[in-house]
């Protein structure tokens, strides 16, 4: 699963950087543009007579005029663009915050200072009919490893945070044309004794387009930090890129206000703190989608024995199972030592999905170790007609116990947990064994998969590829030349699947950070890893995309159908593969709210066919948060949610009589149907499978 920043992201540059920690207001300064005179900072101004919002215009120089102070209970600042800040924000209902580094968004923003060998600043114009009267230009030259390794960074020292603390960050971005690549920025806030936790509960990235976007980015502390060990930072290790930024400014709230309050994303998409979207227009637009993309017309004709039509005859239709696949992971061991016939557990896998995955023991090393619980939950599964996953052949992750030990050796890894304590780095029984697994597993399950992702998270988790490669699968270790997403070892792997798969039985590759976020280099190096494989002699039918949510990295519904639209313009099936929501701090009436939207928009996109919870109890969940039962099986809000879409919106049950023809329609959600027709009192039965192209079914005595 995603690890932390294991820069710490403090983005200092001690070995004398090109462009170090020099101020961007001189930068502004030198070219008339760090702030209209009266605007230091120092926060001395006129007070007003009375407790009016305003008092008196001062001109803002951007060619307008402002208030000076802007509500009550705000520090009255002489800075046109924070007293409309302040103003904007009390109407939304909020209490009144303090300012952090500065009274004046030209201080503030000389707080903050870019520190990277591959990043350039310069001054840019603003605009007259823009808010803010100062910003700068940040241009990236190259492509760098990690998103933090060019970073924009302004360390708080007026002031310690406490646990608990709320903040606000307000930035105003801008993605010119003239940028490389795609203008992408994440939004970070962190303290030095916990640098791999970052403190930002929404928004956590976005990217700016060509016109100046103002992002509100809600930010709460989990640690106490004195003055000097905070800091707020953007990443922009995203190159090569430009991307202008203006109007910052951090709002201390205290605690008088819990982030959830708080807006979030772009102010003018409506973002609530939930990191979704409120307009209902998303909603319509996806509704419109399901229809032309999810359901097809179902017709019954119905004749006597003759072969006439039978006017008048009551019909039913009665949906029976969905097309689409609504799965869940299933914990094997769980199912099969700690459950029996009638036990929650495998009466609600069974109610409530048509498709399931086994959480683990598909995996290498359960699956040559424990074969018996493997192959146990397999046949469970089948006989209750559920659909199956293969999850997955190849996963390098040591530490989750999914290589055998004697892999672990040869990848030069030691593993003392299981007795690897001596390794010895021999790529060719790395490639021995991965070559035979592949296609050992497959050929072991043959049609009782109904596909197999051959290899999972190869961009973060890249150990059996080095090994093959003669280098030590350890995170010290580099490949060099060889790029993880597209080794040839990894199209051998694919050629070896397709080799042992039974015909027409999908291949997948799965990852995350690939969609929830959005984490615009993991996306990159995805597009890359799919077009290598497409490309291949093997070739790639479908692609898996993690989606592990916490409140920050929630998606509006805009959003997610941009994820999807890119993957999905590389010619291959989608499948949401490890759906989750485990954040303590999310309220799970907002994760409900989250849920709905991103279940609905999944299921609007026309490239979508699966969509797999990663368990459903938190007691067997692997970060204790399942998205739909609590400890003792208490339904949680998105549970409700599902069932009201899944069970309800999109199940068909209609029942009308034949017209004069003998013929009764409807247009239906697409899967498995059951029809009966009543002539002359007697039942008359049928099934029918519908999908893309309707279907007829005709019905008449014997």
Not at 377 to 389: I, K, Q, S, Y
Not at 498 to 523: C, F, I, Q, W
Request: overall charge negative; aromatic content about 8%.
């Amino acid at each position: 699963m995603p690890a932390g920043d294991p820069s710490g992201s403090d983005s200092t540059d001690s070995d004398g950087a090109a462009i170090g920690r020099r101020p961007l207001l001189g930068a502004l300064a030198a070219v008339g543009l760090a702030g209209c005179p009266g605007q230091s900072g120092d926060g001395e101004t006129d007070s007003p007579g009375d407790d009016s919002e305003v008092t008196e215009p001062a001109t803002d120089g951007v060619g307008g005029t402002t208030p000076r102070t802007a509500a009550d209970g705000w520090p009255d600042v002489a800075d046109p663009y924070y007293g409309r800040l302040a103003a904007d924000l009390e109407e939304m209902g909020l209490p009144a915050g303090e300012f952090v580094y500065a009274e004046s968004e030209s201080a503030t923003l000389d707080a903050f200072s870019v520190n990277s060998s591959v990043g350039e600043t310069s001054s840019v114009s603003v605009g007259d009919g823009d808010p803010f009267s100062s910003a700068v230009r940040v241009t990236v030259a190259e492509e760098t490893e990690n998103p933090w390794d060019v970073t924009m960074k302004g360390t708080v020292t007026d002031r310690s945070v406490a646990a608990g603390d709320v903040l606000l960050a307000v930035v105003s971005l801008r993605g010119p044309e003239s940028s490389e690549s795609p203008p992408t920025v994440q939004f970070v806030a962190k303290s030095e004794d916990n640098v791999e936790t970052n403190m930002v509960r929404t928004t956590p990235q976005v990217q700016p387009p060509a016109e100046w976007t103002r992002y509100y980015v809600p930010i709460e502390f989990d640690y106490d930090a004195e003055a000097g060990a905070w800091w707020v930072e953007l990443f922009l290790g995203y190159g090569p890129q430009t991307v202008d930024v203006g109007g910052i400014a951090l709002i201390d709230f205290d605690q008088r206000v819990a982030a959830e309050e708080l807006p979030s994303g772009p102010a003018d998409a409506g973002a609530t703190g939930t990191g979704t979207d409120d307009d209902s227009d998303w909603e319509a637009a996806a509704d419109e989608r399901i229809r032309e993309h999810r359901t097809s017309d179902l017709t019954v004709e119905v004749t006597d024995v003759a072969g006439d039509p039978v006017e008048g005859a009551t019909v039913d239709v009665a949906m029976r199972e969905h097309a689409f696949g609504f799965g869940t992971a299933i914990n094997a061991g769980h199912l099969l030592d700690e459950t029996e016939e009638g036990d929650p557990y495998r009466e609600h896998v069974t109610d409530l999905f048509n498709l399931a995955v086994l959480g683990n023991h598909h995996k290498w090393r359960f699956w040559e170790e424990e074969r018996e619980t493997a192959d146990g939950a397999t046949e469970w599964v089948l006989d209750r007609g559920l659909d199956l996953r293969g999850h997955v052949c190849l996963w390098a992750n040591v530490s989750a116990w999914a290589v055998p030990p004697d892999v672990v050796s040869a990848m030069g890894v030691e593993w003392a947990d299981n007795g690897v304590t001596d390794p010895e780095l021999d790529p060719e029984r790395v490639r021995q064994r991965s070559m035979e697994h592949v296609s050992a597993i497959i050929e072991h399950y043959g049609e009782d998969i109904t596909e197999w992702e051959v290899a999972n998270e190869v961009i973060h988790e890249p150990g059996l590829i080095k090994a093959v490669n003669g280098v030590r699968a350890t995170e010290s270790t580099s490949l060099g030349d060889v790029d993880p997403v597209e080794a040839p070892v990894l199209a051998e792997w694919y050629g070896a699947a397709r080799e042992a798969v039974p015909d027409g039985t999908p291949l997948a590759v799965n990852d995350y950070n690939t969609l929830a976020g959005p984490y615009e280099s993991t996306r990159a190096d995805y597009e890359r890893q799919i077009e290598f494989l497409a490309d291949s002699d093997a070739g790639l039918d479908a692609v898996g995309l993690q989606c592990h949510f916490d409140q920050r990295s929630a998606l509006t519904p805009e959003q997610v159908m941009d994820g999807l639209d890119r993957y999905a313009a590389h010619d291959v099936r989608l499948r949401i593969t490890e759906f989750d929501m485990a954040d303590d701090g999310w309220a799970e009436e907002d994760k409900a709210v989250f849920f709905r939207q991103f279940l609905k928009t999944a299921f609007s996109h026309p490239a979508v066919d699966d969509f797999l919870v990663w368990g459903i109890l938190d007691t067997l969940h692997w970060r204790d948060d399942a998205p739909f039962f609590a400890e003792g099986w208490e339904e949680k809000p998105a549970l409700v949610e599902y069932r009201d879409l899944v069970f309800e919106e999109w199940w068909t049950e209609e029942s009308g009589e034949t017209d004069a023809d003998g013929t009764y329609a409807v247009t239906g959600f697409e899967g498995e149907y059951e029809i009966t027709a009543t002539v002359d009192g007697e039942e008359l039965h049928d099934t029918a499978s519908l999908g893309d192209g309707g279907a007829t079914v005709e019905l008449s005595p014997e």
